[in-house]
Structures are given as structure tokens and as C-alpha cells.
């Protein structure tokens, strides 16, 4: 049967279907997609999840699942022969890691094949998964979580500039507190031009990164992975420098507390918060004119080497080992330069690589595994916060692939593009936007001149009536006075409308006086 199964085709596979009278529809399927018995020792676990058998109901699954398994499990021998297992990484999965342990891919592909073989098989019974089993299946861009990333690290980094300002403050008298007991400054000499070494050689570090930044397809998952990092480093150096201030440790640094002449507090905090900027605008570095002193635990140089270190070698491939050797060699050398200029003690350095160098696995391993530790969540939340927001879109390990500068000058056209175009509708809805205004506001004005005209005819009809009414009373009362006057001989000769005809001509022709009209 292991030499066999490799041979199976499509109908074997589905007679072996039959036979363990799997579900109809999964028969169906597996003629369709043409399984054959290679395709059936390749699966792993999402295929089971996925187009086409994402249709499945639970007991036609996990039946077809069991199968599955038992055939490779069976048959591990014709599995390695493809290339699908490999017993020395599978007897010894710890072993899986480059030679300095930073490439955490591989180490959580290990972490899930070895847990995956725990439920399935036993503990007895090991088999490897394919690694592209536990990469992520969502990698979204989020720029806008990195732009956050950006301002978190801006604001650590002035924080720390100001905590140096306040600790060199702080530094004890050279006189009354010596250099301290160290292993290394003791037995080494000190070298004056090891120190700007040191830093020329981060300066090349720096260079790499942006470099593998610039080419890493995924390149903004991986940013804002540094900044977050580099900023809660940072954030614990601000801490340790305050807490204890050590002596300098080494005679040939003019160190002592600055005194400000008598002033208002007002004042000295300016002077502070100006020099506080003159540190953070010279990025730290004694290259571009910035000296301090008291800020010794820990080193910050030695941060900054190590993590330039830990994620170039992370974030591209492991056939670069030369790459990686020369980061490492780079580093460490970077580290020497620091204890041979004597701006560090021995224990300064150390405690910088080490909690550096553990906060960047740590972040690494819950990241690439928060499928895995769903149930630490809410723990995770609370010691981790970045960690939780800044991953919450990233659900396993993020392939190193990148892209040709061809690709992301495309890339970068169609990002313009897309751009410019957002900004023209954008404007255009602006403009509709105020046009509808305008219009509105002109109906508004329209109508409310309506409703005037309105209301001036309704009044103009109103007083048309009361004239009218005043009319006829006057008609009225005229007729009333002519009969008055005429004698009844008059009367009886003449018709009553052609008097009334009468005064009114003889009103229109004569129009009344104003005292007539007053009384009127």
C-alpha cells in the first residue's frame, strides 16, 4: 500500500471512496478536482475548510478527514518521498531555527506541526504540516495603524529626550562617586574613536533596513512592527534612567550637573525643553554634536543595533546567511565599540540586548501565533495592548516576499491615480455640496418672497373690501341726504338710481375738502 498509493489515479481514489462509503457529494467533488492518491497524502488541514469542501456538512467532513489521515499516517514513507515530510526535522522540531534563533517563521511552523500532531496522531506519532498551513490569510496594508505606530515612536523618543535632559541633570559629582567596578572597562583601554565607530556602523545597519523595507511586499505590517517595538523599548529606558543614576564610568567624560543661572521655573524648563530638542533632532548620536551624560541604563545604542539586527534578519530570506552573518558581526561589533569608548558599563549593555532582544521574540511568537492563543486573549490584551491592536488583522506568520522596483513604481502610479481621483470627487461633491447650498438658500429666499407677495395681496384684497364696504355706505347715505333736499313733486318725476348717478358725478368732478374728507 506505501508503494502504491503514490500510483493511485482518480478512479482508485474513488472506488477507495466507496468502499469506505464516504458522502456522495465529496465522491463527486474529488471527481471533479481529479484527486488523485499523490493529491490525498499533500492535504492538510485548511484544504478540508476550503473551496470545494466548504460545503460540507460536519459528520461528511470529519469522516472524509479520518481517511485522510489514517492514508498518511500509513503511508509516511511515500510522504517523505515526495518531499511532504522530513523525519530529522520532525524528530527534533526545536532544531528548526537558524544557528542565532531570530527567524521566529520557522519556529512557530514547528510550534504548530508539533501541537497539530498532539490532537491528531498522538504523541507517539509525529508529522510535519505544510508550512504555508499556518501563513496568513489576511495581510491588510492599514497605513493608517503605521502612521499611529509613527506618532507613537515621535512621542517616546521626545519623552526620552527630555528624561536625558532631567538626568544629566541628575548625574552624580565625578569626585565623590568614581567609575564603578566593571569586568570589561576595567581590562580594556579606552579608545577615543570608538564610539563614532559605533555609530557609523548603526548608520550602515539603518541603511540595510530601509533597503528591506523598501522592497518587502508587506512592508508596512513590518514598520509599524518596528516602530511599536522601538517605542516601548524606548519607553523603559525613560524608566531606568530615572530610577538610579549611575556614576559616569569613565574619567575622560566631562560630566557634571548643569546650573542654571536664577530664574523663574518658567524659564528653566525652556531652556530645558530647547536642550531636550537638540537631542531629539540629532537622533541621540554624539556624530551630529550631541553629548549626554547619567543616561546609562540602559544603552541606547545597543538597542538600536540589536533591533536593526533582529529585523533584517527576520524580514529576508534565510539562503542570505552571509547577510545575516554580516548583520550579526555588525552588531556585535557595534556593541564592542561602546565598552571599548567607555560611555557604557559592561551591565548597561548587556540588559539593553537582552530586553531588546526578548520583547522582539516575544512580539514575534504571539503574533505569528494568535490562532493558537485565542483562550490567552484578554491576557494578552492587558500585557500586550500594541500587540493587540496593531495584530488584530494579521492572523499568522507574514511570508518575506518582495517586489521589483518595476512593481512599485506601479504600484506607487496606481496609489497617485487612485489619489487624484479621490480628491476630484471629493471636490466635485464639495462644490455640489455648496451649489445645493446656494440653491437652497435661494429657494428659501424665493419662497420667503412668495409668502410676502402673498400676504401684501391678501391685505390689498382686505383692503379692497373695506373700501368697497365704505362705498357703499357712502352711496347710502348720499342718496339718503338727496331725498332729503328734493321736494316730493321732484320725486315723483325723477328715478331714484339717476339721482344717485348725479352725486356721484358731482363727487368724482368735485372731490370733497379735506375737512369732508376727515369727517368721512
Known amino acids: 500500500m506505501e508503494a502504491n498509493i503514490i500510483k493511485w489515479t482518480n478512479k482508485e481514489v474513488i472506488d477507495l471512496l466507496h468502499k469506505d462509503k464516504i458522502s456522495s457529494f465529496i465522491v463527486d467533488i474529488c471527481k471533479s478536482q481529479d484527486i488523485d492518491g499523490q493529491c490525498l497524502l499533500s492535504f492538510v488541514d485548511r484544504d478540508f475548510y476550503e473551496y470545494p469542501f466548504d460545503q460540507l456538512k460536519l459528520g461528511e467532513r470529519k469522516r472524509f478527514i479520518l481517511l485522510v489521515k489514517k492514508l498518511q499516517r500509513n ?59 499556518v501563513k496568513a490569510s489576511r495581510l491588510k496594508p492599514e497605513i493608517w495603524k503605521t502612521a499611529i505606530a509613527l506618532g507613537y515612536v515621535f512621542l517616546v523618543t521626545w519623552v526620552t529626550a527630555v528624561v536625558m535632559v532631567i538626568v544629566h541633570d541628575k548625574v552624580p559629582d565625578m569626585k565623590k562617586y568614581p567609575p564603578l567596578p566593571d569586568l570589561f572597562l576595567d581590562n580594556v583601554p579606552h579608545i577615543p574613536w570608538a564610539f563614532d565607530m559605533c555609530e557609523i556602523t548603526g548608520s550602515l545597519l539603518m541603511a540595510i533596513w530601509v533597503v528591506v523595507l523598501f522592497f518587502h511586499k508587506h512592508r508596512f505590517i513590518i514598520l ?14 525613560c524608566f ?84 545575516h552573518i554580516l548583520t550579526w558581526v555588525m552588531n556585535m561589533f557595534g556593541i564592542f565599540f561602546i565598552l571599548a569608548a567607555h560611555e557604557h558599563y559592561s551591565i548597561d549593555v548587556f540588559i539593553a540586548f537582552y530586553i531588546t532582544s526578548r520583547l522582539f521574540l516575544y512580539y514575534h511568537t504571539l503574533s505569528n501565533n494568535q490562532a493558537l492563543m485565542q483562550n490567552d486573549s484578554s491576557r494578552t490584551r492587558i500585557w500586550f495592548p500594541l500587540l493587540s491592536f496593531f495584530e488584530s488583522e494579521v492572523d499568522g506568520i507574514v511570508p518575506n516576499e518582495y517586489e521589483g522596483p518595476m512593481t512599485i513604481l506601479n504600484n ?23 451649489k445645493l447650498q446656494e440653491g437652497a438658500a ?10 410676502d407677495g402673498i400676504k401684501r395681496n391678501l391685505s390689498l384684497v382686505e383692503e379692497y373690501k373695506n373700501s368697497r364696504q365704505r362705498l357703499v355706505t357712502l352711496d347710502k347715505n348720499t342718496q339718503a341726504c338727496l331725498l332729503d333736499e328734493l321736494p316730493d313733486a321732484e320725486l315723483r318725476h325723477r328715478n331714484i338710481a339717476e339721482l344717485a ?13 379735506p375737512i369732508m374728507k376727515k369727517s368721512i
Open 442 to 451: 435661494m429657494g428659501e429666499y424665493s419662497v420667503v418672497r412668495l409668502v
Open 75 to 133: 503511508n509516511r514513507t511515500a510522504m517523505c518521498e515526495l518531499g511532504l515530510c522530513d523525519d530529522h526535522m520532525s524528530s527534533n522540531p526545536a532544531t528548526n531555527i537558524n544557528f542565532v534563533g531570530t527567524n521566529l517563521s520557522h519556529l512557530s511552523y514547528n510550534l504548530h506541526s508539533q501541537l497539530q500532531n498532539e490532537l491528531t496522531y498522538g504523541r507517539t506519532s509525529e508529522c510535519v504540516t505544510n508550512y504555508a498551513d
Open 501 to 513: 348717478g348725479e352725486s356721484l358725478l358731482r363727487d368724482f368732478s368735485n372731490p370733497p375738502s
Open 224 to 237: 509599524r512592527r518596528f516602530f511599536a517595538l522601538a517605542g516601548t523599548v524606548f519607553l523603559l529606558r
Open 240 to 323: 531606568t534612567m530615572l530610577i538610579t543614576s549611575l556614576s559616569v564610568p569613565g574619567s575622560h567624560l566631562k560630566c557634571e550637573p548643569r546650573f542654571y543661572p536664577p530664574a523663574d521655573d518658567l524659564t528653566v524648563w525652556g531652556r530645558r525643553l530647547r536642550q531636550a530638542y537638540d537631542i531629539w533632532s540629532g537622533a541621540g548620536m554624539s556624530v551630529r554634536g550631541v553629548r549626554t551624560c547619567g543616561d546609562y541604563m540602559f544603552s541606547g545604542h545597543t538597542v538600536a543595533l540589536t533591533l536593526l539586527n533582529f529585523f533584517i534578519t527576520e524580514y529576508t530570506s534565510r539562503s542570505l546567511y552571509l547577510l
Open 412 to 434: 506607487l502610479k496606481q496609489w497617485l491615480i487612485q489619489f487624484v481621483t479621490d480628491v476630484k470627487k471629493s471636490s466635485v461633491a464639495k462644490i455640489a455640496g455648496t
